[in-house]
């Protein structure tokens, strides 16, 4: 059983609260706060002082690869290694949690732990030839307790969210859950996995709220399936990540918010609500029923809380004075989470496929070894010569791979195939050295007679086998020899054939003269038109593409530099508690709105396009064999005449 892992992040503030204090110990870091009493009319006897313990605390300064480093990084090796992982984010909103899951835009340096994950895993796979791997991605969207798929086409072409098709859960007969309508993206290389978190970050419900200038109004899980299989191995490792940024709690008797807000904050609160009860059953070793059930999230996470799972959990907290009080309403949350168990085991199983070939390997092992037992061999009389070439194959595969192996039922190809192995031993070296490092690296896995170890050990053969062995041998000599006369001859056929062909010149008359006259010739100009005017559009579609993504970069830039601006001048004017409205920023984000359409838009045209594309290819590839072929055919009857 291992505990979830729990660390703390202070998010930097232009007024950072001096109560906020971090001491550090050998194995663990623990957070002190410090409320001091109001004076209030009468006896007050609220705490004041607060200590909380976690793994480690990281402070204002700290970078995204520090987090990356102390807190994914040991989650994503055992998710290679075959274990599942689930990283996830709790705090208040505006505290973080989405900076530090899937960072920021303005700088390379802010990338979140989503993007260094996945850059982390491709390269692992490089420096890691000796095993395959494959990877899916998925992207799960939690709006008001209802389930949605970042990464489904149809955004392109819906107004509301509500109008994309529901995620259902489904039990999947072993404990876990089955998400209907959630799709999984094969990805085959770093670009197309963060092409497809940048789709899914661009499709998530985002608004402003009295709080944060861009909350995120949903919970989303990232999550990467991982599977593994050693070269030559039937054993697979499979393995699951959540990657996850919940959405921040708030109080709304502080925040005032209405409408929209209200019924989003309302369905936030809730599912957090329903968490934390999870937590505090798991927490409880008296439970026997865990409330998981209760809500998506929890339904979804079951295996993360207290299941067949690696956790970490990281609390993302505001050092500010006026947020104190949700600070240490977070710092409580982790403190239950690290109480919670998990069973996490290694996800290894055996590949059907590769199984079924060793159970065949098998099987023509044992009925060799029966037949050689009881006798009940039918053959008779002197190898064929396709028998003979299947020999050679099976004693050159034996040879080549310590993996191969050599069952034989009958005694002729037994015979046969020790011949072979003695030939190439006659053919070794005398040098002890060479000829150690020419043996077969096992001995064959047939029985058979005897056959000399060495010149003063030689064990008798019988006669008549002996006899038999030495006629197949001259026989094989003699096709040899047949084979080496009729090569000879057909190398001197091809010379005289090629003979009339001298010269470059008079190659490409003859290519001119067979292309002259080839019925196809219109066809394939056609085809090569057709190509080269979808070439023509897909590249300046290709320009579209890549500078919509750049506009979309550099409004959100824009806006978060603008945000920056406006929070500054409120504070100075110490109006930061009201709310207002930015026109700016709404403009801003209605540009965001368009440019997101647009490159939509131009990314399905330009993915349509590529399709027509390899379509026409693979019917000028085609074409281009069929005309080689009757190209070779006329040159025949060119040469026959």
Not at 77 to 93: E, H, R
Not at 136 to 144: A, G, H, K, R
């Amino acid at each position: 059983m291992h505990g979830v892992t729990v660390f703390g992040r202070i998010k930097p503030s232009q007024r950072p609260y001096k109560g906020i204090e971090v001491d550090g110990d050998d194995d663990c870091d623990i957070l002190r706060l410090v409320v001091p009493r109001t004076e209030e009319a009468g006896p007050n006897h609220k705490k004041e002082n607060f200590k909380f313990k976690f793994q480690k605390v990281f402070p204002v300064e700290a970078t995204q690869s520090e987090i990356f480093d102390n807190v994914a990084k040991p989650v994503v090796d055992n998710v290679l290694s075959g274990y599942n992982g689930t990283i996830f984010a709790y705090g208040q909103t505006g505290s973080g949690k989405t900076f530090t899951i899937t960072g920021g835009a303005e700088r390379y340096e802010d990338r979140g732990i989503i993007p260094r994950t996945l850059e982390h895993l491709f390269e692992h796979y490089v420096q890691n030839p000796g095993t395959v791997f494959s990877t899916t991605v998925s992207y799960l969207e939690i709006y008001n307790e209802h389930g949605y798929d970042l990464l489904d086409p149809n955004h392109d072409n819906i107004r509301d969210i509500e109008d994309l098709p529901k995620i259902s859960l489904h039990d999947d007969g072993g404990g876990g859950v089955f998400l209907k309508n959630l799709s999984r993206t094969v990805v085959e290389t770093k670009e197309q996995a963060l092409n497809a978190l940048f789709i899914g970050d661009t499709n998530r419900m985002i608004a402003e709220t009295p709080m944060n200038q861009a909350s995120t109004r949903s919970h989303c899980i990232f999550t990467i399936h991982v599977t593994a299989r050693e070269t030559g191995s039937a054993v697979v490792r499979k393995a699951k990540l959540h990657l996850v940024d919940l959405a921040g709690s708030e109080r709304i008797k502080k925040t005032h918010v209405t409408g929209v807000l209200l019924t989003e904050a309302k369905s936030i609160n809730l599912s957090l609500h329903f968490l934390e009860q999870v937590i505090v059953a798991l927490s409880e070793k008296s439970r026997t029923h865990i409330p998981y059930r209760n809500s998506f999230l929890t339904s979804v996470l079951r295996d993360s809380l207290g299941g067949n799972c690696k956790t970490t959990m990281i609390a993302t907290m505001s050092s500010e004075q006026r947020n104190i009080d949700e600070s240490i309403s977070t710092c409580r949350f982790s403190q239950r989470v690290a109480l919670v168990k998990n069973d996490a085991r290694l996800n290894e199983e055996l590949d059907p496929k590769l199984e079924i070939i060793r159970l065949k390997k098998e099987v023509a092992r044992l009925k060799a070894e029966l037949a050689l037992a009881t006798g009940n061999s039918e053959e008779s009389g002197p190898l064929t010569e396709t028998e003979q070439r299947e020999c050679q194959t099976l004693v050159k595969s034996y040879l080549e791979s310590p993996e191969n192996e050599l069952f034989l039922a009958d005694q002729r190809k037994i015979l046969f195939c020790f011949s072979l192995l003695r030939d190439r031993a006659v053919e070794v070296p005398s040098n002890p050295d060479a000829v150690a490092s020419e043996q077969p690296p096992h001995t064959p896995a047939v029985a058979a007679p005897a056959v000399a170890q060495s010149k003063e050990h030689v064990v008798a053969v019988d006669p008549e086998l002996e006899q038999e062995m030495l006629r197949l041998q001259d026989l094989l000599k003699q096709r040899d020899h047949e084979i080496a006369v009729l090569v000879a001859k057909l190398r001197h056929e091809r010379e005289k054939q090629k003979q009339p062909v001298r010269t470059e010149a008079d190659k490409k008359k003859l290519v001119d003269e067979f292309r002259s006259t080839y019925p196809n010739n219109g066809k394939i100009s056609e085809i090569k038109g057709v190509l080269k005017e979808l070439a023509g559009k897909a590249r300046p579609l290709g320009q579209e593409v890549t500078q919509a993504k750049d506009l979309i970069k550099e409004i959100k830039n824009q806006i978060s530099a603008h945000r920056a601006s406006a929070m500054a001048q409120r504070v100075s004017a110490g109006l930061e508690g009201e709310d207002f409205s930015d026109p700016v920023e709404e403009g801003m984000r209605s540009d965001l709105e368009v440019a997101t359409k647009m490159y939509k838009a131009k990314m399905g045209a330009l993915r349509d396009l590529r399709v027509e594309i390899d379509h026409v290819k693979h019917l000028l590839g085609n074409l281009k064999m069929q005309m080689e072929r009757d190209f070779d055919e006329w040159m025949l009857q060119q040469l026959g005449k």
